[in-house]
């Protein structure tokens, strides 16, 4: 299949496949004049992540919330066009956090330039998204204004890490409702809302966009233990080595501490190590891949996709909401 592909999922109507194609072409021609400049070097680095492609996951969720309502409306795309803005932007200043060299097969803009020059086209991008959604409304304003301020603390918790006796894989899971379901449920919210849907339509969607963007973000953190690589597009255990938290030690370490066995305390202090070390990151992943922990970790995920499927129970029946259902379907595909 062409539009939902690079998830996993399909677009099983033809017609509806065809029509969220034109809505995507519309939406890139959108992006290559959100950032444009005066200044060719700025456009140079504003498009240079643009330009690597992407599975523009959010614009396409966006479209087909605007399915329960007129897709067809003049706000549908220019919203589409500022939720993957957003999302842009935050890869930029993510790059920058993690000091990564690649992002999308390329160099990322903090290797290929600096980390000023990665931040400021960060900051750019946001500039753009903003002017953009001013034309959408006061409503669009608010929604993109809440979202990123949970953008911004979900990113400051991880950062700041849990706090004395809160629970580290609540924790974990605030940070990603914030870091990647809140602009995900954007997308949902703002689909409904363009193509003027229902209240109860348009909250439905973004309960959706929310539980199904939290059940990505833990398959992927199933997939960077349990991937060879060719799924994930990255590493297999890059997220280890890099010492990120993820669900499956998350999920390792509780089990270590609600009386594990010496084998799990062992992992554990493994994973404490320095995994930059090629053969004690192997043997650690290794154990991982062995461990039950993967296996809960990747029932969480399933869970919160099983979560977003049920959220869509009040939504008419039709291809838009097949489609949002099979994207449900897709994480447990990712996860196998």
């Not at 999922?9 to 034109?22: I, M, T």
């Not at 935050?90 to 931040?119: F, P, Q």
């Not at 969607?205 to 990255?234: M, P």
Request: hydrophobic share 45%.
């Amino acid at each position: 299949m062409t539009v939902v592909g690079p998830l996993g999922g399909s677009v099983r109507d033809p017609a509806l496949e065809a029509e969220l194609q034109a809505g995507l072409t519309a939406v890139e021609a959108g992006l290559i004049e959100a950032t444009k400049s005066d200044v060719p070097f700025i456009t140079e680095t504003a498009q240079h992540l643009m330009r690597a492609g992407g599975k523009r996951f959010r614009p396409l969720l966006l479209l087909l919330a605007a399915r329960f309502g007129d897709p067809d409306a003049p706000g549908v795309v220019p919203a589409a066009v500022v939720v993957e803005l957003t999302h842009l932007a935050t890869l930029y200043h993510d790059d920058i956090m993690d000091e990564a060299e690649v992002r999308r097969g390329v160099a990322s803009a903090n290797a290929r330039w600096s980390n000023s020059v990665a931040v400021l086209t960060g900051d750019f991008l946001f500039s753009r998204a903003s002017s953009i959604v001013a034309d959408l409304g006061p409503e669009a304003v608010r929604i993109q204004a809440e979202a990123f301020e949970r953008l911004v603390t979900g990113q400051i918790q991880e950062t700041a890490g849990p706090l004395p006796g809160e629970d580290p894989i609540s924790h974990h899971l605030e940070v990603i409702a914030g870091k990647t379901g809140s602009l995900i449920a954007v997308a949902g919210r703002m689909g409904g809302m363009m193509a003027g849907a229902s209240e109860a339509v348009v909250n439905t969607l973004a309960q959706y966009g929310e539980r199904i963007g939290v059940a990505f973000q833990l398959a992927d953190d199933v997939l960077d233990i349990a991937s060879d690589g060719t799924e994930s597009g990255k590493t297999p255990g890059t997220d280890l080595r890099e010492g990120v938290p993820t669900l499956p030690v998350l999920r390792l370490r509780e089990m270590a501490r609600e009386g594990g066995s010496a084998a799990d305390r062992e992992l554990c202090e493994l994973l404490d190590g320095d995994l930059t070390d090629d053969a004690r990151h192997a043997e650690a992943l290794a154990g991982l891949r062995a461990h039950p922990a993967l296996e809960r970790a990747r029932e969480d995920a399933l869970s919160f996709a099983e979560q977003a499927r049920r959220t869509l129970d009040p939504l008419p029946d039709g291809p838009a909401r097949a489609a949002l259902t099979e994207l449900c379907d897709a994480v447990a595909d990712r996860t196998t």
